[in-house]
C-alpha cells in the first residue's frame, strides 16, 4: 500500500490569505518570517526568511465535536501552490519525530492508533495504520506542540 501526503485544501488557503476568517472567526494575524520554522501547511514548505506569512486558527475537520482539535498553523500570506499529493515526506517534517495519528471516518480519533514516531518511519506508520477498518486518515501533527502539519490518506 501506498500513501499521499495531503496539504490544505486551496480553495480554504485562499480564503484565509484574502483575510477570511479562522476557525476562531477572526481574522489572520500577519506576520514576516525570521526564516526559522514557520511551515506553510498548503505549499507544505517553510516560509522564507522576510516573506509575509499568517498565523490562524485551523480545524482539519469538518465540524465541531469534541475530537475536532483546534490549533495554530501557518500559512504564507502570499498566494503559493499547493503541494502535491505524493507519498513523500513534506518539505515541513524536518523534527526529528511526530505524532501520528489515525482518525475513523466519524473524524474522531482511533484509540490506539497515536504515537511519537521518527520522521523516517512516518509513511511506513501510515501504512501500518491503513490496514485496520477503522482508520479512515491520518493526522501528522508537532510532537512538542501537537500543532496539524498535514494529513496522510490511503493512495
Given at each position: 500500500?501506498?500513501?499521499q501526503?495531503?496539504?490544505?485544501?486551496?480553495?480554504?488557503?485562499?480564503?484565509?490569505?484574502?483575510?477570511?476568517?479562522?476557525?476562531?472567526?477572526?481574522?489572520?494575524?500577519?506576520?514576516?518570517?525570521?526564516?526559522?520554522?514557520?511551515?506553510?501547511?498548503?505549499?507544505?514548505?517553510?516560509?522564507?526568511?522576510?516573506?509575509?506569512?499568517?498565523?490562524?486558527?485551523?480545524?482539519?475537520?469538518?465540524?465541531?465535536?469534541?475530537?475536532?482539535?483546534?490549533?495554530?498553523?501557518?500559512?504564507?500570506?502570499?498566494?503559493?501552490?499547493?503541494a502535491?499529493?505524493?507519498?513523500?515526506?513534506p518539505?515541513?517534517?524536518?523534527?526529528?519525530?511526530?505524532?501520528?495519528?489515525?482518525?475513523?471516518?466519524?473524524?474522531?480519533?482511533?484509540?490506539?492508533?497515536?504515537?511519537?514516531?521518527?520522521?523516517?518511519?512516518?509513511?511506513?506508520?501510515?501504512?501500518?495504520?491503513?490496514e485496520?477498518?477503522?482508520?479512515?486518515?491520518?493526522?501528522?501533527?508537532?510532537?512538542?506542540?501537537?500543532?496539524?502539519?498535514?494529513?496522510?490518506?490511503?493512495?
Open positions: 500500500m501506498t500513501v501526503f495531503k496539504a490544505l485544501p486551496t480553495k480554504d488557503v485562499r480564503a484565509l490569505q484574502r483575510g477570511g476568517p479562522d476557525a476562531y472567526g477572526r481574522t489572520p494575524e500577519r506576520k514576516v518570517s525570521d526564516g526559522d520554522g514557520m511551515p506553510c501547511r498548503h505549499c507544505l514548505r517553510n516560509v522564507a526568511e522576510g516573506d509575509g506569512y499568517l498565523i490562524l486558527a485551523y480545524r482539519p475537520f469538518p465540524s465541531l465535536q469534541p475530537y475536532a482539535e483546534t490549533g495554530p498553523i501557518f500559512l504564507h500570506a502570499q498566494e503559493c501552490e499547493r502535491a499529493e505524493t507519498e513523500a515526506l518539505d515541513i517534517l524536518e523534527s526529528s519525530d511526530y505524532i501520528v495519528r489515525g482518525y475513523g471516518a466519524d473524524d474522531r480519533i482511533v484509540y490506539g492508533s497515536g504515537g511519537v514516531i521518527p520522521t523516517v518511519d512516518i509513511a511506513a506508520r501510515a501504512e501500518t495504520l491503513f485496520r477498518d477503522d482508520i479512515a486518515y491520518v493526522h501528522v501533527r508537532s510532537a512538542r506542540n501537537n500543532c496539524y502539519q498535514c494529513r496522510i490518506e490511503r493512495a
